[in-house]
Nanobody
Framework: QVQLVESGGGLVQPGGSLRLSCAAS????????LGWYRQAPGKQRELVAN???????NYADPVKGRFTISSDKAKNTVYLQMNSLKPEDTAVYYC?????????????WGQGTQVTVSS
């Protein structure tokens, strides 16, 4: 089992910055990918960015050049640095982890943290 706890959400003005954190616990050794998703009101949940452990990063087009995903192995934490925030970035942001076991791939989610970009 993997548990994910997000923090760092809040209210920020357009053009501002915010950093989200997601701390993982449990069977962290099984995790092979960490990512951030977001869901705006009336919209489906969408991928923002993900990082494959020991591999590459991937970003959705709307956030390229503005957001950066990173991880700290010592703290079992993944971050999302969000710069030049826009009102359309407003959403609930969810941390995601993919893990492998002997049977199947497991998909874990954090509880979500609200990000509101408004003047």
């Amino acid at each position: 089992q993997v548990q994910l706890v997000e923090s760092g959400g809040g209210l920020v003005q357009p053009g501002g910055s915010l950093r989200l954190s997601c701390a993982a616990s449990g069977n962290i050794f099984s995790i092979y990918s960490l990512g951030w998703y977001r869901q705006a009101p009336g919209k489906q949940r969408e991928l923002v960015a993900n990082i494959v452990i020991g591999g590459s990063t991937n970003y959705a087009d709307p956030v390229k050049g503005r957001f950066t995903i990173s991880s700290d192995k010592a703290k079992n934490t993944v971050y999302l640095q969000m710069n030049s925030l826009k009102p359309e970035d407003t959403a609930v942001y969810y941390c995601n982890a993919l893990s492998e076991d002997v049977v199947t791939t497991q998909n874990y989610w954090g509880q979500g943290t609200q990000v509101t970009v408004s003047s």
